[in-house]
Every structure is written in structure tokens, then in C-alpha cells.
């Protein structure tokens, strides 16, 4: 069992950067693939970016890649999501979630959710 806590989020102005954590609790953080979705108003949950167990290889959605940089502590159980030049349309709750995947991007593939934590980036 992980139970993951979301961190970080808050309000922007478009243009500007925030860093998103997320901790986990229990001993097996290491052998779980990890992924950040959001999910805006009337929209469904939609993959940003994700990480191997091991941290070699990320992944990320077209909208984010060259803005958002994922990355993973395993010694302190802990991932996170650096979004830079922060868009409006960026705006939306963010999830992280753990499971076997291996970077993937349907959220079916991750068994652990997080609470969510709002972004929100005026224009």
C-alpha cells in the first residue's frame, strides 16, 4: 500500500514556474513507477508526464514537453513536477499516482492516487 500527498500547488501568473511535490509513504517507493495527471473543469484527467522506477527515462504529453521537467528522490520517496513558463491553459488540479507502469499514460496503469493539488495561472 502507498498513499501518496500532493504538495506545492497554488496561484501564477502565466509565465512564471511552480514545483510540485509528492510524498510517499511506505517502503517499496522504489519499485513503482510514478506519473503526474491534472484534470480541469468539465474535463477529463488527462497524462503529463511520467517516470521509471528507477528514474532513467521520462516521459511527457506534447502540451508540457520543453516546459515541465519530472524527477524523482527515491531515498526520500518523493517525486516531483517543475512547471515552467506556466500557460492559463495549464490551469487545473494535479494528481500524482504510483503502480507497475512503466511510464505510462493511461491512468487505468496506476493503482495510488493522490488528493489532487490546484494550479491555477492568470493571464
Known amino acids: 500500500q502507498v498513499q501518496l500527498v500532493e504538495s506545492g500547488g497554488g496561484l501564477v501568473q502565466a509565465g512564471g514556474s511552480l514545483r510540485l511535490s509528492c510524498a510517499a509513504s511506505g517502503r517499496t517507493f522504489s519499485s513503482y513507477g510514478l506519473a503526474w495527471f491534472r484534470q480541469a473543469p468539465g474535463k477529463e484527467r488527462e497524462f503529463v508526464a511520467s517516470?521509471?522506477?528507477?528514474?532513467?527515462?521520462?516521459y511527457y504529453s506534447t502540451s508540457v514537453k520543453g516546459r515541465f521537467t519530472v524527477s524523482r528522490d527515491n531515498a526520500k520517496n518523493t517525486v516531483y513536477l517543475q512547471m515552467n513558463s506556466l500557460k492559463p491553459e495549464d490551469t487545473a488540479v494535479y494528481y500524482c499516482?504510483?503502480?507497475?507502469?512503466?511510464?505510462?499514460?493511461?491512468?487505468?496503469?496506476?493503482?495510488?492516487w493522490g488528493q489532487g493539488t490546484q494550479v491555477t495561472v492568470s493571464s
Open positions: 499516482a504510483g503502480g507497475k507502469s512503466f511510464g505510462g499514460s493511461y491512468p487505468s496503469e496506476y493503482d495510488y
Open positions: 517516470i521509471t522506477r528507477s528514474g532513467d527515462y521520462t
